[in-house]
């Protein structure tokens, strides 16, 4: 392991920002999303430089010390920064994620008084019961996709866990809505378009549902997700409206199918690597499976990049970041730097044997502090079910894989394999 000390990392680059020499980058963006930022950084020598995409002025940044920089957040903010193309789809208007200072910390200690250690054990119990159901169903159909199918799985089982009603005619329906915004939210043409509408639909049904809640025609246990965010009181002391309700409602739904993604790689790692496989097996204590975990999250695409703008002037290794500067952190680049990763293409879940956390050099759903910042605080329950998850696809179901195209489309978002992961099930 290199040394666990962000700030012994050494910034690439002094003296003014570098550019990218293009007119506009967007196009170089699109056709290589997790490599551009990296590649344009080594080219340039510069763990800053900048760049125009989307015909906006934008500030990219790479690695651990960037990291760090971009988490300050007395000099960077929220409000404003994601394309309007994500807030359609990805993350909804008036959510968490646009949120800065009192406002963000309210809201955010909402969701943080989810994830409670028996309030994570509990999906991840119900995410056990969901696959062991779906696997026998699997066991009786010659081949399945695995990743349309785990995205169903955490669908019943996170909706049951947050309190939100699902009715067995309308699980297809919901998956698929909840899945269209995160799994075609970097897409173009009608694609996109049918991403808006599943988002649509689907804060028509969270709002309706937050309406029942507070009106008294629907009780859901106090400890959810629902009840929580119906009832949830914001920093200018009145509850959200339904529509905001609703997106902050689908901010613990959508992500939740989302660890599909990881899911479908853990797979993607046991057959590319399969040596992996027989510790997980032999992992009484289940030390291998957060480690196998977090080097599926470190070495594997999930989303490339995210946004803030800067704060206020200010000046960082020789370079100005000018006020309202739409500014670009490369998420997948810093997991990958080999400042801060020994042999970072290398596949190799023991490195996390003697790590120490570290909020700047493992940044998959984003760095610094859950309870104050903007990582992601979901990431505990992504670590619980991606470990549930582990130990299934080692040894708790029979399967296997038959010949197909497993190349990862590195110009998707998210990159998952081209098949979406073929197995043939034999029992479970």
């Known amino acids: 392991m290199m040394p666990d000390n962000h700030s012994a990392i050494p910034a690439r680059g002094t003296g003014p920002m570098p550019r990218d020499g293009r007119l506009d980058a967007t196009l170089a963006l699109k056709r290589d999303p997790y490599g551009y930022i990296r590649k344009q950084s080594e080219r340039l020598g510069s763990d800053v430089f900048q760049s125009r995409i989307l015909l906006q002025r934008t500030i990219c940044l790479t690695g651990p010390r960037a990291a760090e920089l971009f988490y300050d957040h007395a000099r960077f903010m929220r409000k404003g920064a994601a394309p309007m193309r994500l807030q359609a789809t990805l993350f909804g208007r008036g959510g968490v994620q646009a949120l800065d200072d009192t406002a963000h910390a309210v809201r955010k200690h909402m969701f943080m008084s989810l994830m409670t250690p028996a309030r994570i054990d509990a999906l991840g119990e119900l995410f056990d019961e969901q696959w062991g159901l779906a696997a026998r169903r699997w066991a009786l159909a ?222 998959p759903q984003g760095g610094g502090n859950a309870a104050t910042g903007h990582r992601c605080p979901g990431e505990w329950i992504t670590l619980e079910l991606m470990k549930r998850a582990a130990r299934w696809l080692a040894g708790g179901m029979d399967y296997e894989v038959p010949p197909q195209d497993m190349t990862l489309d590195m110009a998707r978002l998210p990159a998952v394999p081209k098949s979406g992961f073929v197995i043939a099930v034999r029992g479970a």
């Open 142 to 363: 010659p081949k399945v996709e695995l990743y349309r199918e785990v995205r169903e799985v955490l669908t019943r089982a996170v909706c049951r866990w947050a309190g939100v009603p699902l009715a067995e005619d309308e699980v297809a329906l919901r998956t698929q809505q909840l899945s269209a915004m995160f799994d075609l939210a970097g897409a173009a043409g009608p694609s996109h378009w049918f991403s808006r509408y599943s988002r649509f639909r689907a804060q028509q049904w969270c709002g309706g549902l937050v309406e029942r809640i507070r009106a008294g025609q629907v009780e859901v246990p106090t400890d959810t997700a629902a009840h929580t965010v119906a009832h949830h009181v914001d920093a200018d002391g009145k509850r959200l409206d339904a529509r905001t309700a609703a997106v902050e409602l689908l901010n613990v739904l959508r992500p939740t199918v989302a660890i599909a993604v990881y899911i479908v790689q853990e797979a993607h790692a046991l057959h590319a690597f399969p040596a992996c496989r027989k510790p997980l097996l032999d992992d009484a204590d289940g030390r291998h499976a957060g480690w196998f975990a977090q080097e599926v999250r470190r070495f594997y695409p999930f989303f490339p990049a995210t946004v803030a703008r800067v704060r206020k002037d200010f000046d960082w290794q020789g370079c100005h970041f000018p006020a309202g500067r739409r500014v670009m952190l490369d998420l997948y680049g810093t997991n990958h730097d080999h400042r801060a990763w020994e042999e970072p293409l290398r596949f190799r879940p023991e490195r996390f044997a003697d790590w120490r956390e570290n909020p700047f050099t493992l940044v």
